[in-house]
C-alpha cells in the first residue's frame, strides 16, 4: 500500500490533484477525488480511464485507511470486491487474493441481487453487498 496513489471520486473539484497531510503521513499516498457518485460499472470505467484499479482491502489499517478518506462519517464508497461472477464468490477486480473482509452483521445478504460492495454501511462503518446500481462515492487506487 504504501507505494500506491488512492483516489476517491466525489464530492471534490474536477481534475483537481490533491494530497492530505494526515493521510500521506499515513502511507505516502497522494490521491483525488471528483464530482459525480455513479454506479458500480461507471466506477470500473472512471477508475481504469484514469490507469487506475479499483481499491481492493487487504487488512484493517488499510480499511481504516480507506474510511479515513471518505468526506463524512456517513459518506458511502465502492471498493473493487463483486460476487456477479458467481454468487458468494467474492473476487477483487484487480485480481489481489481474497484475505480480508469487514461485512456487517448479516452482510453479505445479496438481497434482491447485490454483488457489489460498499465499505461504510451504518454507523459501524462496515461492508454491506449492495445493489451494483446504487450510486455513491468510490475508490481507484494505482501504483505510485
Ligand atoms: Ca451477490
Ligand atoms: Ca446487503
Known amino acids: 500500500m ?4 488512492f483516489l476517491y471520486m466525489p464530492e471534490f473539484v474536477s481534475g483537481k490533484t490533491e494530497c492530505f497531510r ?3 503521513d499515513f502511507s505516502q499516498n497522494t490521491f483525488f477525488r471528483q464530482q459525480t457518485k455513479v454506479i458500480w460499472n461507471d466506477m470500473r470505467r472512471n477508475c ?3 490507469g487506475a484499479n479499483l481499491a481492493s482491502v487487504h487488512n484493517k489499517p488499510e480499511n481504516e485507511f480507506l474510511l479515513g478518506l471518505l468526506p ?3 459518506s458511502r464508497g465502492w471498493i473493487g470486491a463483486h460476487d456477479g461472477e458467481q454468487e458468494g464468490q467474492w473476487l477483487w477486480t484487480n485480481g489481489t487474493v481474497n484475505d480480508f473482509t469487514n461485512w456487517c452483521a448479516g452482510e453479505p445478504n445479496n438481497l434482491g ?3 457489489c460492495v460498499d465499505i461504510n454501511w451504518t454507523s459501524n462503518r462496515c461492508w454491506n453487498d449492495w ?3 446504487g450510486q455513491i462515492g468510490y475508490f481507484c487506487v494505482t501504483d505510485a
Open 2 to 5: 504504501a507505494d500506491a496513489i
Open 22 to 24: 494526515k493521510q500521506c
Open 48 to 50: 481504469q480511464g484514469l
Open 72 to 74: 463524512t462519517a456517513s
Open 113 to 115: 441481487t447485490e454483488n
Open 131 to 133: 445493489t451494483c446500481a
